[in-house]
């Protein structure tokens, strides 16, 4: 286990990781006074407070996991204080410099799945070290306007352990997939990009024309831990789709694990590991139906269910409504989120205080 440990003085640091705790009960253990503790697959951290400051200490499996513990803890402190802190780390792993879980990765194929989604297996270089049962990826796409002799600019680690992006002209695209499969042992991976005709430049208008050989870099995987629990329902439109997918594949034996999933028509529906009730919109617009919300409200729960949502963020809303209000499921038996948002580019479908480690 690799260990590093920081110092946060902060006249709110305490009350910022109060709300990140009380936001995340399904990860954080901890009173108002403290102390915190955090575990994930990966590492965890502890808090405690020292008079007005907050002692921290990380740990991860591997250096990997290290970082991903400092940058969720760098990352949410930040969101909640709203203010850029910095922090030093002392002990193991790296502080700066490429991140461990960055990669330039290669398009080797592209292919039509269905009408609304294509496949692009992507080269992995030391796929080995990756955490790959760890679901989602932020993919970066370099600028289209670069001169070919010019190398992309990728994100770097700054010395509090939160990731600095490049700006102006060597600005990324920046997005966050789920992988849909790996292969170790030829050292790739596959995502599922849904195609949606946007006039401005998009990941899904980029996988709708990328060709052999084109360059990207992802960073992760990490987040989206399969749910584990008797009765576990999937809801989620074509974005949750691989998501779904592997869930139903990584389900154990004797749980009864099943989907509801929103496709546009018969042709965007997939053969998967597990029973699914398809819904289709039948030419309306994404994000513009009451679909998965009125199937959820056909079923009834039970005191051994689960239940996952990806989805546009109105029914992502609206889902999370019917499962807390209605249902009345604690919080540690779903877990909603925003997958998208309608006229909203890139990654401000989350609601704030759910941002996404990967
Ligand atoms: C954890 C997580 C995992 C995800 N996994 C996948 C995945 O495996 N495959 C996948 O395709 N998506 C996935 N998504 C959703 C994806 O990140 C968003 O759809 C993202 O907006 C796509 O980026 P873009 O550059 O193509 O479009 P953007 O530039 O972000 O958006 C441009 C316009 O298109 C609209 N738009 C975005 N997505 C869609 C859509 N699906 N249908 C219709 N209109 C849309 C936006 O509202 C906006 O108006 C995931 C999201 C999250 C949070």
Redesign the pocket.
Known sequence: MLHAKTRLDHPQGATAMFRFAADHPEYITGTEAGPWRMQLPLGGFDVRRDGAALLVEATGVNPIGLSYMKLIFVDHIREYLAEEVELHWQGDGQSHGVPPFFREVRVTATRRLTPSMQRVTFAVPDLHDLPLDE??VRLLLPPTDRPANLPPVWPMLTASGALSFPTGADAL?V????I?HVDPARGEVE????L?P?A??????WAATCRPGDVAGLLGPG??AIPQAPRVLLLG????L??IARMLEAALPGTLCEAIIEVDGPGDEQDLAGPVEWLHRRGAA??TTRLLVEALARRQPSDDLYVWA?CEFDAFRDIRRHIRSVWKLPRDRHMA???????????M??EPHHT?AA
């Open positions: 679901l989602h695209l997005r966050v997939y789920t849909r995502i599922d990009f849904v949606h946007t401005e430049r998009s990941a899904g208008g987040g989206g439109d074509e974005t949750a691989p998501a994404p994000g990806g989120a925003a997958y998208w948002r309608r006229g909203v580019a890139g990654e479908a989350e996404s």
